[in-house]
């Protein structure tokens, strides 16, 4: 019997370990190499986040041209840089950079593996959640062989730079997309090409931009159009517009899984209950429509019917795709706090209730209707001793911002908020409902105050009648233009608390 046993040889050993060569590049761009011979094992477009092997890619903007920080990426240590001019460094010169970008998206898309498969993901909240949750639970089944597009890269650079990251023996790739116009996402799924595509809500955010909200989910419908043949679609079932996305989809020959509460979803959840930690227990039902029919159980170290929902989506793609559902239960048990998305802190609080501490709750990155609602109404299903709530004004909401703002004022009472500290001019709708609005005898009075920007908010919270307490939990959302997440990170730096509760959220 021979006791050696021979190494399983795979299809993609013969892939280097470089990211990128300079061969490679100049092919996949059409550019010319120059300045010596070099690889990289990464790449950026700003040069304050080169790191030691990347490429930098030198993109002309209207705010700045990227080639006068050339210099600067070839210090911190970028190996060779992609222009279109001349310069004394290893480089690759293309025609345009812009191009040359979208380019090595398509290349790195292309070299996949055929067994690869990738994901797209897009909605008007929850998509970067969700994105992290799809990569968790991948990166987890694959053993590390994920990939998706960081922070929240998800516009006409984001995606393919998050493209031309992408390692060629990348098993599972997971890819954000955003957009504020009609047409964004017809450019972007064409880079990405995915096998399965999630749309997770439709609401009024951008509709600044939009003649309604139909119009929103048409818009949003055409990550449809990159769908590689026999591709899936998953859409919110309890969306009003679920019917128009599931059309689209289907007209670009998509197999459709509707996923939520209602009684049409495929993947349908039955129940969603907190864990004693923070998080929620979910029971949900897979379809016969999925080709798998079961029914799961797992935890998620997110509260919120929100997150609730938005597991279906991850559960669905993730059996989409054939990935282990078991390991995607674990991953999102385990699913880290998302900066600016629901990210809870502990904080060090004088009076109250004694404790020492309070809870506060980042939301900073993003805001709009459909979300601020969410996070309102996990807010009241938080337990503290004093419910505030800081919050920024919505952006981009067009004719209808005045009515979206007053809007909050009836979840805010229902939550249970006491405080409402309310941030920016669009506010100001708000802050009049707040003024006028008819209390029933069992709700609580909101104290509030109004001001014009987050150094005005810092102020207040730093006064001895608006300082958090012990019991206290404090939510700050906004807008990210509002500036509120430098509040978050001042008042969780100033009051950090190493010794209380640490709890986990996910947000959008």
């Known amino acids: 019997m021979n006791a050696i046993l021979e190494w399983p040889v795979e299809d993609d050993d013969a892939i280097g370990t470089a990211l990128w060569t300079a061969a490679q590049i100049a092919e996949a761009t059409g550019g010319v190499a120059g300045g010596g011979d070099f690889a990289v094992a990464g790449a950026a477009t700003d040069s304050r986040e080169v790191m030691e092997g990347d490429l930098f890619i030198a993109l002309t903007g209207e705010a700045a041209d990227g080639h006068r920080f050339v210099e600067g990426a070839v210090a911190r240590g ?30 790195a898309r292309a070299r996949l593996n055929a067994q690869a498969r990738v994901i797209g993901v897009t909605g008007s909240a929850g998509k970067t959640g969700v994105k992290e949750a799809l990569y968790a639970a991948l990166d987890r089944s694959s053993r590390g062989q994920a990939h998706r597009s960081v922070k929240s890269f998800n516009n006409h650079v984001g995606v393919p730079l998050s493209l031309a990251r992408m390692p060629a023996r990348t098993r599972f790739g997971i890819f954000e997309m955003g957009m504020n116009h009609a047409g964004e996402l017809s450019a972007l799924t064409r880079l990405v090409r995915p096998h399965v595509a999630v749309v997770t809500t439709i609401a009024p955010a951008h509709i600044g931009h939009f003649a309604d909200e139909a119009a929103i989910a048409q818009a949003k419908a055409e990550i449809f159009e990159g769908l590689e043949p026999g591709g899936i679609a998953i859409v919110p079932a309890d969306s009003p517009h679920a019917e128009l996305l599931a059309g689209v989809a289907r007209d670009h020959g998509a197999h459709v899984i509707l996923f939520g509460t209602a009684a049409t979803a495929d993947v349908r959840l039955i129940d ?10 979910v029971t949900a039902e897979f379809g016969e429509s999925t080709g798998s029919p079961r029914k799961l159980c ?41 900066a600016g998305r629901g990210a809870r802190h502990p904080i060090v609080a004088d009076g109250g209730d004694g404790t020492g501490h309070a809870l506060l709750i ?122 509120l997440s430098a509040l978050v990170k001042a008042l969780a730096a100033a009051r950090a608390d190493t010794d209380g509760p640490h709890t986990t959220a996910g947000g959008d």
């Open 78 to 107: 970028a190996s060779g840089v992609l222009v279109d001019r001349a310069v004394p460094h290893p480089h690759v010169r293309v025609g345009d950079t812009s191009a040359a970008l979208d380019a090595l998206g398509r290349a």
């Open 272 to 281: 969603a209950l907190p864990t004693a930690d923070g998080g929620t227990l």
């Open 298 to 338: 797992y935890t998620i170290s997110q509260p919120g019917a929100h997150w609730a929902v938005n597991s279906l989506a991850v559960m669905a793609a993730v059996a989409a795709v054939g990935g282990d559902l078991g390991a995607a239960g674990l991953a999102l048990a385990e699913l880290p706090d998302l």
């Open 362 to 483: 980042d939301e900073s990155y993003n805001a709009n209707p459909a979300s601020m609602l969410a996070t309102i109404t996990q807010l009241g299903a938080t337990p503290a001793r004093r419910r505030m709530a800081v919050l920024g004004a919505m952006k981009e909401l067009g004719e209808g911002g005045d009515g979206y703002h007053a809007g909050l004022a009836a979840p805010l009472v229902a939550a249970g908020v006491t405080r409402a500290l309310l941030v920016g001019a669009e506010m100001a709708p708000l802050a009049a409902a707040l003024g006028t609005i008819d209390l029933t005898t069992l709700a609580a009075p909101i104290a509030f105050v109004h001001v014009p920007g987050a150094a005005q908010a810092a102020a207040i919270l730093d006064s001895e009648d608006w300082a958090p307490q012990g019991g206290d939990a404090i939510l700050i959302k906004g807008s990210n233009s509002v500036g």
